[in-house]
Structure formats: C-alpha cells, structure tokens
C-alpha cells in the first residue's frame, strides 16, 4: 500500500511536469501583458527564444513570397505584426541577462546572441522581401501614406539598406560572418567585464584604513564580505566607471591608490578578465563592415541615422566644449594642489586624489558634504513626493503600487500608471539596488511596448545600483542617486507617453534619447518639486534653507572635470570607431593614449569616465561610436529647459505640449524636425556652457 502511494505521487509528479507548459509561449494575461515572473524559469527562454525566430521566420518568408502586388499593408505592417512570440520574449530575457543574470543564462545568451543575429540577417538579406520593401519605398510619394506610415516606411527601407539589402551576395556572405563575430565578441565582452568588476572588488584587513567613511557604508563593506565568505573583513565593490564613490571619502591615500588602480586595470593583463584581445578585434572587424557598407570608418556609418549625421558634427560639438571644459579641470586641480601644499601633503594631485580633495574643496568653499544631505533624500520620499510628484504635476499623471504583479526579486517594486482622467497608461517597475548579478550604472528598458497596431501598452522598468542598505535602515541617497532616478523616469515617462501606431516608430536614436530623460533631471531641482521631497527621514523637517542653496551653489561646482571625464569618453569612442577597415589589432594603451592627447583631452588627473577596457556603453551596450550623444542630448535638454522657463516653468499647459510634441512621437518623425517644431527653432549650446558653470566669463577685448 505504501509503495502504491509512493508509485501514484511519482505519476502524478510526471504527469504535473509533463503537462508544465512554457509560459513563454502564450500571451501573459497579467494586466499590460506583464510577465509571469512568478512562472517563468531560466528553462524557458531557450526553447521560446528559438520557437519565436522559427515563427518569425515562417511569417516573414510568407510576406516576401505574397503573389499580391506590394502593399503598406501586405508588407511594412505585416511585417510589424510578425514575430509577436519573439516580441514577447526578447525584452525579458533581455532584461533578466542584465538585471538578474546567472551562469545558466549567460549560456542561453552566447549560445542564442550569434543566432539572433543571424535571425535579423535572415530578414534584412532577405532579397524578396526587400524588393517589396523597396517597391513600396519608390511609390511612396503617390501612396498618399499618413506621416507616421510615410516615415515607418522611409524607415524600413534605410534599415535594410543599411543592413546590406543593397549588397552583392558574396558581400551578404561576408557581412553576416561579421555580425556574427560581432554579437560573439560582444556576448563574450559582457561576461568578462561583469566577472572582472567583481574580481577587482577590494579586500581589506585593517577597518583603520577605512577611516573617513561612514558606518553604515562600514556595515555594508562587512556584510559584502561575509556574502563572499570574508568574515571578519571589508570589501569595497566597484561600480562601472573609472572613478569610484569611496575615493571621496577615504582618508588613507594607499588605500585610495589601490581602489582606483583596480577600477583602472579592469580587462587589462592578461588574465581571464581580460577584454583587450576582444575590442581590438571589434574595433577593427566594425571598420570592415563599415567598408563593406561604403561608409570610410564605423562612426560614419553609425551616425549617418542619427541626429547629429556625421562625425564631424559630433566632433565639432565635443571641441567647442574641450577647452572651456579642459580649462577649467586645470583650475580645479590648482585649487585642490593648494590645499595639499598648504596642509604640507607632499605630493601631487593624483587621479586617486581627486575626488577626495574635491569633496574637501567643496567642504571649503560650500560647507557642505553628502553625509548632511544624504538624510534628506530618503528613497521613498524622493520616489513619491519627488519623481511622481513631478510627473503629476507636469502631466496629471498618477501611480498606484501593485502588490499583485510578480516580479523577479523581492526588492522590485510595480506601480500602474494612470493618465490624468484616468485611463491606465502602462506599468512601471522600479530595481533600484546593486546585484552582484545585475549590470553596473542606471538604464531603463520596456519588458511591453506600445503600439495602437498590436493593441499594446507600456511595461516599462527602471534599473538602478543604490547602495542597498543593510537590514532595517533607510535607503539614503545622494545627490547623484536623485539625478538618476529622475534621468531613468524621464526615459521610463518618454515610453508610457507613447501614442505611436507601429513598434517601429519606438525606435529612437541614440543622439535623441538622453533628451527626455536629461531633461526630467531638471525637475529635481525645481523648488516646489525639491521641497516636497527633501525632508529628514526620520524628523520630516525640510531640508533647511541654507543648506538647499548650498546644494544649487555645487552644481557647477567641479564640472570641468565631470565634463572633461564625458568629453574624453565620448572622444575614446569616436577614435576607436574611426580607425580604417585595414588598421593592424591596435595596442590598447597607446592607441588611448594617443587618442586623447590628439583630442587636448589628456589631462593627467582627470581618466575618461571609462577606460577602453571596462568602456561596456561601446563595446556591448549599443552605444558604440555614439557616447557623444550624452553631450549633444544635454545640449538638447538644457536649451529645451529654457524654452519651458521663458514660457512660465512648471505648469501643466507646457507639460502637455511637450508631452504631444515629444514625448508621445517617440520616433514617429524626424528628430531634428520634431524639436525643431517643439523649440520654435534649431538647438543652440549656451545652455549647456551656462548650465555646467563653463561659460566665459573673461571677455579679452581684441579692439
Ligand atoms: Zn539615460
């Protein structure tokens, strides 16, 4: 009998998993087609993945094979409503490999990564297809298309054009080896750069040599270190960037050397973690496609969509900046090599330094440090009566928290969006705190994308790394955390706002889409908006006068390093990117080296803000010979500031118009057209110079 019992239980247990279906495979019936978190296993992503390119392609060869003369309907929509599975599944996996990622789906993703690439070559080389695409390009003009399908089908033509449709086939052949290698190297990249970041993170013996930071990030450090069996000691994470938080805080100058020489040598050596073998090979594999492509370097090919258009351009930008920028890091540094000298230091002012002696200048000059403010930006008031409050008060929007839809870590929270009479707008989820499994920095994604077409709404999530605090304690931020909370809403709020008709119309460029979310910044520090939500945590006092004008005082203070570090990043980039298709593998440091002297941005304290090696925004994030466009969007959102300041600031009247006139077209139009409309004329960089305190402010008569 008991072994009856037993045997049933086994049945029953086969037959539960036998009958288990991918969840994946359906439409998820949450609300907003939210995804089954609570059901969806790192399992599922594999066969979804590939079931969704075999449908896709299945649709797509039915397309390009219609006998029925080329129609918009036949051929750019029906394209658009193809692939819904892989639609579905792409954007989670997508976020779950950089937001919660695992061994097994790191092994999803290189195995898959080469064959989605692959996938989107099979439609963009598809010959037929582009024929009908092409077909439909020629008689647009007497199609009597709206804008939106007009521009959709613009769109698509130049997609497969600059994909290759135009090519011969031996050329096809070549560039699908080349995207293959590409998206290889980019995968393999990735997973070398997270595993290097937490192989450099410090270990230290002594809590003497943490002496200047505070007890809580003392706490955190010793909690890091019993997570990685450590107990009894301190381990200082690293984020992504050259530079790291606790360098401003560290009083032992070793100790300062030691963590930024470790964030430096990131993907240097020649260790496991080492990704020079792996830029080098993209850089240069990149300039072949580009050739192939007609286009003399990468960056020509990858701007040639963009707002900006060339190279040049962005160039032109970026050096009208360098001197005021660079002119000003030297200021800063004499400043601070005063200090040292005056204290009987002994040394000069090293990159490891900087950041310390920054924050005692300000300490000097402002009487201010981030342990004073940091009270007062307590997550949930500057998520509620800060981020929200702003939106609402712009836009008439409103959140509500939804306990109800499953996430994928307890610490992500869900809030459902509601226009201002009512109608719900999408979804929207919120990770704000480090993983030792998610990708460093802030970035926003949309696990569902709207489109009136395919009847869908926004679910869209915000990802962050705040310093999560240890059990029982207050999530205090900075300054900076409050500026990226506010910079991810801005994309998370350019997503939900979205009224486009096709998914492709969501696509935005990159030279574009830092400007909403640059923008949002600015509502941070609109007085009604800051005193909501700047109050003690645990005392409810607003944060006192003094010390606001205080914080608006350091907004320009220390920029000419902040915008050197940009400037000499987005510069990095362009060089990489402009290097010729037959340049030999190039050494890592010399060719850095080269690069920013030959740009006048080698200023020896202030690094890039990201060094080749660990420089993930190129090499696999996408924004590879386009990091100028945090710079140009900034110019964008500065002078699109303004245009709301000269119109009477906060209200909801200029809210709305920038809301229809930007927000909702998402790429629904040509960008430089849209703003152009928005701002009563072309963008101009006064703004920006006045902004960051780099205006000249000497005027040398020349009469
Ligand atoms: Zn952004």
Same mark, same amino acid.
Do not use: C, W
């Given at each position: 009998m008991k072994l009856l019992i037993c045997a049933m239980a086994l049945v029953l247990a086969t037959s539960v998993y036998a009958q288990r279906?991918?969840?994946?495979l359906t439409p998820s019936t949450l609300p907003f087609q939210a995804p089954v978190f609570d059901k969806i296993?790192?399992?599922?992503?594999q066969p979804a993945l590939e079931e969704g390119m075999r449908q896709q392609l299945q649709e797509i060869n039915s397309i390009a094979n219609?006998?029925?003369? =080329?129609s918009l309907v036949n051929t750019i929509e029906a394209m658009e409503r193809s692939g819904a599975l892989l639609r579905r599944v792409e954007p989670i996996f997508n976020g779950m490999t950089s937001s919660n990622t695992n061994p097994t789906l790191q092994k999803v993703e290189r195995e898959e990564a080469p064959k989605l690439a692959a996938h989107d070559d099979e439609i963009y080389l598809n010959a037929k297809l582009f024929a009908r695409v092409k077909a439909i390009y020629d008689m647009r003009a007497t199609l009597k298309l709206d804008p939106e399908a007009l521009h959709v089908a613009e769109r698509y033509y130049r997609d497969f054009v600059r994909a290759?449709?135009?090519?011969s086939e031996a050329d096809k052949t070549t560039l699908r080896a080349l995207n293959k290698e590409e998206s290889t190297l980019e995968t393999d990249y990735r997973n070398k750069r997270l595993a290097g970041v937490n192989a450099a993170a410090i270990v230290v013996d002594?809590? $003497?040599?943490?002496?200047?930071?505070s007890d809580a990030d003392i706490a955190a450090a010793a909690q890091e270190a019993g997570r990685r069996g450590l107990t009894g000691k301190w381990v200082l994470t690293l984020q992504n960037?050259?530079?790291?938080?606790a360098l401003a805080s560290l009083k032992y100058r070793a100790l300062r050397k030691r963590l930024h020489d470790a964030s430096s040598a990131r993907?240097? @050596?020649?260790?496991?973690?080492?990704t020079g073998t792996i830029i080098t090979r993209l850089a240069q594999l990149r300039a072949q496609k580009a050739r192939l492509l007609g286009f003399p370097n990468f960056a020509a090919f990858a701007l040639d969509?963009? !707002?900006?258009?060339?190279p040049d351009n962005a160039l032109k930008l970026m050096n009208d900046v360098v001197l005021a920028a660079t002119a000003r890091a030297r200021e800063e540094a004499a400043r601070m090599q005063k200090l040292i000298d005056q204290e009987g230091g002994g040394f000069m002012l090293a990159p490891w330094d900087w950041q310390f002696y920054a924050e005692r200048v300000r300490k000097a000059?402002?009487?201010?440090d981030e342990s004073e403010v /940091?009270?007062?930006?307590?997550l949930n008031r500057v998520l509620n009566d800060g981020m929200f409050f702003a939106a609402t008060r712009l836009y008439g929007i409103t959140f509500a928290e939804r306990h109800d839809i499953p996430a994928y870590d307890a610490d992500v929270r869900v809030w459902e969006v509601r226009d201002a009479d009512g109608t719900p707008l999408g979804l929207f989820y919120g990770d704000f705190f480090s993983r030792s499994n998610k990708d460093g920095g802030g970035w926003t994604s949309s696990f569902v994308s709207q489109s009136t077409l395919l009847g869908t709404r926004n679910v869209v999530t915000n990802n962050e790394n705040f310093t999560k605090p240890a059990p029982g304690e207050p999530a205090l931020l900075t300054s900076d955390d409050v500026q990226t909370m506010f910079h991810e809403f801005g994309h998370a709020l350019h997503s939900l706002f979205s009224t486009v008709r096709? =998914? /492709?119309?969501n696509g935005i460029v990159r030279d574009f889409t830092e400007f909403p979310s640059q923008l949002n910044e600015h509502w941070a520090f609109d007085p009604v908006v800051f005193a909501n939500y700047a109050?003690?945590?645990?005392? @409810? $006092?607003? !944060? =006192?006068p003094a010390l606001v004008e205080k914080i608006k005082k350091t907004k320009t203070f220390n920029q000419g390093f902040s915008t050197t570090e940009n400037v000499a990043a987005s510069l990095l980039d362009l060089a990489w990117h402009m290097?010729? $298709?037959?340049?030999?593998?190039?050494?890592v440091s010399a060719f850095e080296a080269d690069a920013l002297k030959k740009y006048h941005?080698?200023?020896?304290?202030v690094p890039p803000r990201y060094h080749s090696t660990y420089f993930s925004h190129i090499w696999s994030l996408g924004y590879s010979a386009r990091y100028y466009s945090y710079l140009w969007t900034e110019v964008l959102d500065d002078d699109a500031y303004d245009w709301f300041m000269e119109h009477g600031g906060m209200t909801r009247q200029n809210g709305n118009r920038y809301r229809q006139m930007i927000l909702a077209r998402r @790429?629904?139009?040509?960008f430089a057209a849209m703003y152009r409309a928005f701002r009563g004329r072309d963008p101009v960089v006064g703004p920006l110079l006045r902004e960051r305190g780099l205006a000249v402010t000497k005027i040398t008569k020349t009469n």
């Open positions: 279906v991918n969840p994946l296993t790192d399992a599922d992503f219609n006998p029925a003369p =080329p290759g449709a135009l090519l002594d809590r $003497a040599q943490l002496d200047g930071l960037t050259t530079q790291q938080p993907g240097t @050596g020649s260790d496991a973690n080492s969509d963009q !707002m900006a258009k060339t000059d402002y009487d201010i /940091r009270p007062y930006f307590e096709y =998914p /492709r119309s109050k003690h945590y645990k005392t @409810g $006092a607003p !944060m =006192p290097i010729p $298709a037959d340049a030999p593998a190039q050494n941005v080698d200023v020896p304290q @790429g629904s139009q040509d």
